[in-house]
């Protein structure tokens, strides 16, 4: 005697009426969207995520930079000051000490780090700090008359403002 076909117990055990189709079709469409809704989620949320520690990376990036270069500002005044006193030193060490700080400049220039010059400009707040006033001698008042300490800038960035006396 021949078994009887398991596809046909199958096919019997999973009649159904056509309304109880139509219902598990909905059931099963709406159960589809709903993942499909949260897999959209979980994507944007992902893509989010990357781009903020993306930016989060590079501003910890560009704030170290940032350190280092404001530190390098401090040697750089070093040799201005020791520049400016070289008096009775001999001029082979003049020389090296003005070579040294040429490369210092060039190093920072490459990096996109920049000196402004104040002296007869007008005071602005945001690239000067004021130390003084002096009594103008034919100046407009809040012309720069000295610079007490070079300014930068780093692209749009001041990195330090430039110290400077200004006219009454």
Do not use: C
């Amino acid at each position: 005697m021949e078994a009887p076909d398991k596809s046909e117990n199958r096919v019997s055990d999973q009649a159904e009426s056509p309304a109880e189709s139509e219902a598990e079709i909905a059931r099963l469409s709406e159960e589809l969207r709903r993942e499909r809704d949260a897999l959209l989620r979980a994507l944007a949320d992902f893509e989010n995520y990357r781009r903020r520690t993306e930016r989060d990376r590079a501003t910890a990036a560009q704030s170290g930079k940032r350190d280092v270069i404001v530190s390098l500002l401090a040697v750089l005044d070093d040799f201005d000051r020791a520049l400016e006193h070289m008096g009775d030193a001999p001029l082979s060490v003049a020389q090296g000490m003005e070579a040294i700080q040429r490369n210092l400049l060039a190093v920072l220039e490459r990096n996109g780090v920049t000196r402004f010059n104040s002296v007869g400009e007008t005071f602005d707040p945001h690239f000067h700090d004021a130390i003084g006033t002096v009594p103008s001698d034919g100046m407009k008042p809040g012309t720069i008359t000295e610079e007490l300490q070079s300014g930068y800038k780093w692209g749009d960035e001041v990195l330090r403002p430039a110290r400077v006396r200004v006219a009454q």
